[in-house]
Structures are given as structure tokens and as C-alpha cells.
């Protein structure tokens, strides 16, 4: 049930991530909870541009388009089950760097 799309959100591309009745996090309205408390005021976090909680519908998150065109990329791959943490993550990333 869990997705994310492409979109855009007054006219700023935004990643739309769909929940679905729960996951592994727990409940998706705590997701959508945090990401809205947190909302675009921390330099650190992936901003969030929206949030839907209207029980007619999914919960959704509407969060900053992270593109590769502008020089992003992704961390880790997805997940898996040796993995004790939520991501997995090859030789290339075995340390980080001072943010």
C-alpha cells in the first residue's frame, strides 16, 4: 500500500509519499504528525511542504523533490531483512563525513 510519486505542488516538484494501514514505523498519522511538526525548519531534514490526514483518505506526506540533476543521490539502497537497521548500505558508504 505504501508509494511515492512524482507531482508538484504549487508549481515546486514535490515527492508525494502514500501510507499504507501501518508498517514497520508504526502508524502512518505519526509519520504524517512529525513530518508536519518538523515541516522546512531544519536545514537537515528533508522539508515537508504538506500533509493529508482527512480520514476519507490515504495519509500522505508532500516532501521537497530531492532531484539528481541537482547534484542529489541516494544514501543507502532499500531495506532488507539482514539488515538490523531500515537501510542497507554498501562499501562507498562505511563511514560519514562531518556534516
Known sequence: ????VRSAV???RVA???FGARDSSGLPRHEVRMCGAVGDHHRNIINTL???LTPAR???VALEFLDADDGWAPM???PNFETITRGTFGPQHDHFSAA
Not at 500500500?1 to 511515492?4: L, N, Q, R, T, Y
Request: aromatic content about 6%; proline content about 5%.
Open 10 to 12: 504549487g508549481g515546486r
Open 1 to 4: 500500500d505504501k508509494s511515492v
Open 76 to 78: 543507502g539502497g532499500r
Open 58 to 60: 490515504r495519509p500522505a
Open 50 to 52: 504538506g500533509v493529508q
Open 16 to 18: 508525494i509519499k502514500f
